[in-house]
């Protein structure tokens, strides 16, 4: 039997381990109230498993139901969301083509239903933190891809929900994502200003706890943003060959990274090129990246600036290299 000074040694030990942080909602107390009972009990307590609740409001819920086509649309646009944000921070992202199987596994949700007055609330289930049961004590609680997925986009959503993507951080951060993340974020966008649903998001894990709410006014905002991503322009130096020369068509720089990148330039500037044909050049050019949200995809386009001969002087000291004349276009 022990002492009353042993027992109060190990509610001193108790107390110093707690966390004593105040819970952040209710569905938080309810949780830590269940928990206790339950240890007090006897039960054994299982450890939290990772969960995203997703809260379901609005003008088109003034009950506890909402429309099939309307709840499967929004969190399978979650879904695929999670798992494009997933490849992207795994510094994976593609624009097109399969999700890597182990990304997928790492991303997926799987969600059972619970009703709420005036909303719908579904629980989804994440990939927990692997363990073996060879861990040292109080060494578990990593981070999960997951744990890094939500942080990303609640960032996001919560900066489109206080309007505040006016400044460049957000809109770089989307780009920074891949353009497959953006498209599906500009469908979750566009599903709930069509279908005037609010969406609660909560995450849950052993070391995140976060919330965040995407309403019409922020996924208004997102959409605004998400054009802003569309198009970036930008000036680059690229150095290759001068595969092709014509006036009618684009000439052609076979880049020395493999690239055959179609050069935009005016007529009257494509006749003197003749002297940079099958030679080693450097090119200035003012290149635009276009990302489709529609499908994904981005596609560049060149439009000369400036080009010159790469370590082959053309001429002699009294023959100058051409240059390009100065157009409207191509100042």
């Known amino acids: 039997m022990t002492t009353p000074e042993q027992r109060a040694a190990a509610l001193k030990s108790r107390l110093f381990r707690a966390s004593l942080d105040s819970p952040r909602d209710s569905a938080e107390l309810g949780s830590i109230s269940t928990q206790a009972m339950l240890r007090d009990a006897g039960y054994p307590v299982a450890e939290q498993t990772p969960q995203l609740d997703v809260r379901l409001h609005g003008r088109s819920i003034p009950g506890h139901d909402v429309p099939v086509r309307e709840a499967t649309s ?47 609330i579904f629980h989804l289930g994440g990939t927990a933190e692997p363990i073996t049961g060879d861990e040292i004590p109080e060494t578990t609680g990593t981070e999960t891809l997951l744990d890094s997925v939500f942080r990303t986009l609640f960032k996001i959503i919560d ?38 649903i609010d969406v609660d998001l909560t995450w849950r894990s052993r070391t995140e706890h976060s919330k965040v709410t995407l309403g019409r006014r922020g996924a208004l905002a997102l959409k605004d943003a998400i054009e802003r991503t569309k198009e970036e322009v930008t000036v680059q130096r690229i150095r290759g060959t001068l595969s092709t020369v014509s006036t009618l068509v684009h000439p052609q720089l076979l880049a020395e990274d493999g690239r055959r990148i179609n050069l935009s330039v005016t007529p009257e500037d494509a006749a003197h090129l003749g002297a940079y044909y099958n030679r080693s050049v450097e090119v ?31 001429g002699s ?13 191509n100042p």
């Open 74 to 120: 929004i969190l399978g646009t979650i879904q695929e969301t999670v798992s494009a944000c997933g490849q992207a921070v795994a510094k994976k992202a593609t624009a097109a083509g399969a999700i890597h199987s182990a990304i997928l596994r790492a991303t997926e949700l799987r969600f059972s239903p619970a009703l709420g007055f005036g909303s719908v």
């Open 159 to 196: 900066s489109a929900q206080v309007d505040d993507l006016a400044i460049s951080t957000p809109v770089d951060d989307l780009r920074g994502l891949g353009p497959r993340t953006v498209k599906h974020l500009n469908d979750l966008a566009r599903e709930i200003t069509d279908s005037e």
């Open 284 to 314: 200035q050019v003012e290149q635009k990246r276009i990302w489709s949200i529609t499908t994904g995809r981005e596609t560049y386009t060149y439009r000369l600036l400036k080009i010159e001969h790469l370590n082959d002087h053309a």
């Open 317 to 329: 000291a009294d023959q100058p290299e051409p240059t390009l004349p100065t157009s409207p276009e």
